[in-house]
Structures are given as C-alpha cells and as structure tokens.
C-alpha cells in the first residue's frame, strides 16, 4: 500500500503532524479488516533523516527462440518499497521516548516484537502500520540491520544505527478492488476536480463516508501525496466500492475501519 495523507487528530505538534515515526503492529482479519494492536507499538527517538520509496513493475522478457530482441511485456505491478534508518541512543542525549525503555538492547527487543518476531497465531512475521507526520505505510519487515557503534564498559552498546527495510502489504480485499477496477471501467468513475474539493468532499459526496481509510482508498487510486491540494480541472478517478455492481452509485459497503490513530498528522 502506498504512503497516503491522514486527516488532523488529537496529540499532534503545531503543524497537525505526529512528531516521531510510529511502528504499530496489526493484524489481518477475514475480508481483509485491519485490526491495530495498539499495545505492541515503537516509537522512534530519533526520525529518519531520510528514507526511500520504491515503485517496481514486472514485465515478462522471455524471448522466442531464434529471436534477436524480445519485448517486455507487462505482468505485474509489485509492492512498493520503502527503506530508512533510525538511531538508537542511550548515552543521555537524546530523550528518551516516554513508556518505551532507555537501554539500548532493550529498545531492539521492543523493536523485534513490533516487526520482526513471529505471530504464535499466523507462525509468519507480522504486518505493520508506519505514522509519520502525514503519511502512512502499511507493510511488512523485508531485512532489518544493527550497527553498533558505542559501548559502555561492561560491552552492552549505547548506541546503534538500525537500518529497516518494508514491503508494502495489501489485504485481499484490495487487491480485489484493484482487480475489479482494472476488468471493468464501468466499475470506475471519474469527476473533474472543482475549486475547494479535496479528498474528504469528494468522498463525502460520492460515498457517503470521508473517513481517512475511505480517503486513503481514493488517494492511492490516483497516487496522490496530498488529500487537499487538488488543482481545479484534474481528473480524479473514483475507484468502486465493496460490492458496487453498476456504474451508477449505490451505497458503498463498511470498509474495514482502523482505530483513528493518536497522534496522527493533517493531510497536507
């Protein structure tokens, strides 16, 4: 799933935006409804100074035989990719984050257990919420690394530099309404953007629900880094709702709703 925007909550910074990186474990349930686990969480001391969002498509290159070139030939767009890195500090300069411990080896330990360790009930690694300021991530732990580099005497580290690396993770329900949207154009609807719409009115408008996973929904759609910065004129596509059977709009289905997160940012 895409990075996508949040609407404004509670427990932010002047700018409406959650000051440290958030990880949250959650869980998958039947039809793809998302369920946060709130308590099995890290929140970073130090925010990346940086990170990388990765966008792949796979084509099929197998040639003919006898041929000289081949054309690739599109066969998947894959999940998106993201990679920074967060420092662990436990030498007194930085503060410490409030209920999550100060030494270090504890820290990865409470790092591990959000994205790392396996879910006795799955027996496979877990899924994870990424929050930060206005974006969002929903994945999975492709490769996580440790480099210590200070030591207090007795050799337990002060300091490490963990590099983490996500797999962007889609629930069969979406991957369902990708499909949908992709076989049928009558399923897809489009509105030319007026001035004042953002995501939330078009989704007030045409759904009857602007929550932010219904925001989200439409925001990936059109790969929008913004909810609110829609240009007068553009086109925006308006994906199919659970279940939506003609071009004309019916009320949508429930879509899975997560717990509003604390903390969370504004859309931009």
């Known amino acids: 799933m895409s990075f996508n925007e949040l609407p404004a909550d509670a427990g932010a910074d002047d700018e409406g935006q959650l000051k440290r990186l958030l990880m949250t474990r959650y869980s998958v349930g039947k039809g793809g409804a998302i369920t946060l686990e709130e308590q099995v969480k890290f929140e970073t001391q130090i925010n990346p100074s940086d990170f990388k969002h990765s966008h792949r498509i796979g084509y099929n290159t197998t040639a003919d035989m006898g041929s000289a070139k081949t054309e690739p030939k599109f066969a998947s767009t894959e999940p998106e990719d ?22 270090v080896k504890q820290q990865i330990d409470l790092l591990s257990k959000v994205v790392y360790d396996y879910v ?8 994870v919420r990424l929050l930060w300021g206005t974006l969002i991530f929903f994945g999975r732990l492709r490769s996580m690394t440790t480099q210590y580099s200070l030591f207090k005497p007795n050799g337990d580290p002060l300091r490490a530099k963990i590099e983490l690396s996500f797999v962007g993770a889609s629930s069969s329900s979406k991957n369902q309404l990708v499909n949908q949207r992709a076989s049928s154009n009558a399923m897809t609807r489009t509105q030319t953007v007026k001035e004042g719409d ?8 045409k759904y009857k629900d ?13 790969n929008l880094s913004s909810l609110t910065d829609l240009k007068p004129g553009d086109t925006l596509v308006i994906p199919p709702a659970p279940n939506d059977k003609a071009p004309g ?13 604390s903390g969370a940012g504004r859309g931009l």
């Open 82 to 103: 993201i990679s920074f890195s967060i420092v662990l500090d436990d030498t007194g300069a930085v503060e410490d984050v409030p209920g999550q411990p100060s030494d």
């Open 120 to 127: 006795n009930d799955a027996g496979e690694p877990p899924h």
């Open 198 to 205: 953002t995501v939330a009115s078009v989704c007030a408008d």
């Open 210 to 222: 602007d929550s932010f996973e219904r925001q989200a929904q439409v925001a990936d759609a059109n």
């Open 249 to 261: 709009f019916a009320a949508p289905a429930p879509f899975p709703k997560l717990p509003t997160p």
